[in-house]
């Protein structure tokens, strides 16, 4: 995926000869699951942000702009922050709650190449009963053991003992649920992460029209749930799940790869 609205269909992720080649697809695949987000309504106001480690200096991560709308990132638009949390690259406002969150839960998981935080609307309702997703459907069992909930809110997190205290609940899962704040999902590729941040919003979703309807809602049983996390819930399944939205966007949104 090099040039204006060219797509290549892979069926496993690509290995790089050189840096500037993983650097490009990275940047690209970001700014994709930011029209992506956007298309399904999780671009709520300037709130949520997406990190991807730069292949060259893996504590300095790409970013979206602060106040950029998803609908707009283009992949020249994304910024590099160091590991000071300072602009390294780009044009435009570095989020002091990205520096924050990314960095803090990067540092503590040298396996997460990317992580996403969002303020969707479901995610936050959810987010407010500060529980915990249940494996109540085939895709809600992709998150069977495998998600934390970090009860700790206490303002915008904006410090960097914030994102170390949410990487520490967070431990090897690949998605958490802040307490009345959003969702936050990590992957191996921005392409899992941002998979599984929609997943998480749609389960999300699904367990709070489940429940409102007053009737018993059955769990799948744990050894079941278990086995289907097993088959459904890598992170090569998460990475391969992006590759749908990722073909919609750059077929009908060509300018997100400039």
């Known amino acids: 995926m090099s040039g204006r609205g060219e797509l290549l269909v892979m069926s496993e992720e690509p290995v790089f000869d050189n840096v500037d080649e993983e650097r490009l697809y990275r940047k690209q695949h970001l700014a994709i699951a930011f029209r992506a987000f956007a ?10 942000h997406a990190a991807v480690r730069d292949p060259a200096q893996p504590d300095w991560f790409w970013t979206n702009p602060f106040g950029r709308p998803f609908e707009l990132i283009r992949t020249s638009d994304l910024l590099l922050v160091d ?8 044009d435009g406002i570095v ?6 969150i990314h960095a803090g839960i990067h540092r503590a998981r ?8 969002l303020h969707g609307v479901s995610g936050m309702a959810f987010s407010a009963l500060a529980g915990p997703l249940r494996p109540i459907t085939q895709d809600s069992c992709a998150f069977f053991e495998d998600h934390a909930v970090y ?3 206490d303002g915008p997190a904006l410090e960097p003992v914030d994102g170390q205290r949410m990487a520490k609940t967070l431990g090897p899962a690949k998605a958490m649920i802040l307490a009345n704040h ?10 899992a992460a941002a998979f599984w941040m929609i997943r998480l919003q749609t389960c999300a979703q699904v367990q ?7 009737r018993p809602v059955q769990d799948v049983p744990a050894d079941l749930a278990r086995h289907t996390a097993q088959a459904s819930g890598t992170d090569r399944s998460g990475w391969f799940g992006f590759q749908t939205p990722l ?3 750059v077929a009908t949104q060509p300018d997100v790869l400039e």
Do not use: C, K, W
């Not at 040298?110 to 935080?117: G, R």
């Open 39 to 48: 298309l399904r309504g999780y671009n709520t106001g300037y709130g949520g």
């Open 83 to 90: 590991s000071e949390g300072a602009l390294a690259e780009g």
């Open 95 to 100: 989020n002091r709650a990205a520096f924050a």
């Open 110 to 117: 040298p396996d997460v190449v990317a992580s996403v935080h």
């Open 151 to 153: 009860d700790e809110f």
């Open 182 to 191: 959003g969702l936050l999902t990590v992957g191996s590729s921005i392409d």
């Open 208 to 214: 709070m029209l489940a429940e409102s309807t007053g």
């Open 247 to 249: 073909q919609l966007i």
